[in-house]
């Protein structure tokens, strides 16, 4: 067992050397010998670990998105109303990846999903998290009498992802600003929910003070 815990840990460090690397010099500079450097290993060494440098991105990949997953899973507290934890979610799905390099290494790697099946699975999966913790929102929000949706909840669901993902990438291009990219989710899940954009707003900027104020 000791000796399986000390080879995690050490799969673990090659798989943050390889975040270091994607998020510092991009996905394509993320080499195996590159990625053996910035372990202080060699690179033969890496692949005793890993079998190839496909298994290395995807192991980068997975710890980034369950990161950003544990963060979004934070947001929608429970013990929120529904109105509340919908702020909170937006806000997290948005902008809790740029407070370190989640966001940039998941977006690095997002076209490796297009050819390599596990980056596809790591892909879905993180999606299909993000749907259904809207999804649940959106349900309390109805049974509360809150929302008062114009789509089929799963549809709004998927298309709030789906624009924060978009939106997400400009951020990370410098072409939009974080605080832009909240203003327009915020209005399309007023406009889907029947919610006052208002309403959606205050509670954004009323979360984002609580925490700058921690």
């Known amino acids: 067992m000791a000796d399986l815990s000390k080879r995690e840990v050490r799969r673990r460090a090659i798989a943050a050397a ?17 990625i053996a450097a910035e372990a202080g290993m060699a690179p033969n060494a890496v692949l005793y670990y890993y079998g190839s440098l ?4 995807a192991a980068a990949v997975e710890a980034s998105s369950a990161r950003f ?7 929608a507290d429970p ?17 809790a990846g740029l407070e370190d390099d989640t966001f940039r290494i998941l977006y690095e790697y997002w076209t490796h999903s297009i050819r390599d099946a596990e ?8 999606i299909r998290t993000q749907q259904a913790t809207y999804e649940q929102i959106i349900a ?7 929302f008062f949706p114009v789509l089929e909840p799963a549809k709004i669901a998927r298309t709030l992802v789906a624009q924060e993902d978009g939106l997400v ?11 832009d990219v909240l203003d327009l989710v915020a209005s ?27």
């Open 69 to 75: 997953l544990a963060r979004l899973a934070e947001a």
């Open 79 to 95: 013990a929120m109303s529904p109105t509340v934890r919908l702020a909170a979610v937006i806000s997290a799905g948005t902008t």
């Open 18 to 34: 390889a975040q270091a690397v994607a998020a510092r010099d991009g996905a394509e500079a993320a080499t195996l010998r590159a």
């Open 140 to 146: 309390d929000g109805i049974q509360a009498g809150e």
């Open 169 to 179: 990438m400009d951020v990370l291009a410098g072409t939009a600003s974080s605080e």
């Open 188 to 214: 399309l899940a007023s406009a889907l929910l029947g919610l006052g954009h208002d309403t959606l707003v205050d509670h954004i900027g009323s979360l984002a003070f609580s925490r700058s104020g921690q």
């Open 54 to 57: 496909a298994e290395i991105t």
């Open 119 to 126: 980056h596809r699975r790591i892909q879905a999966e993180l």
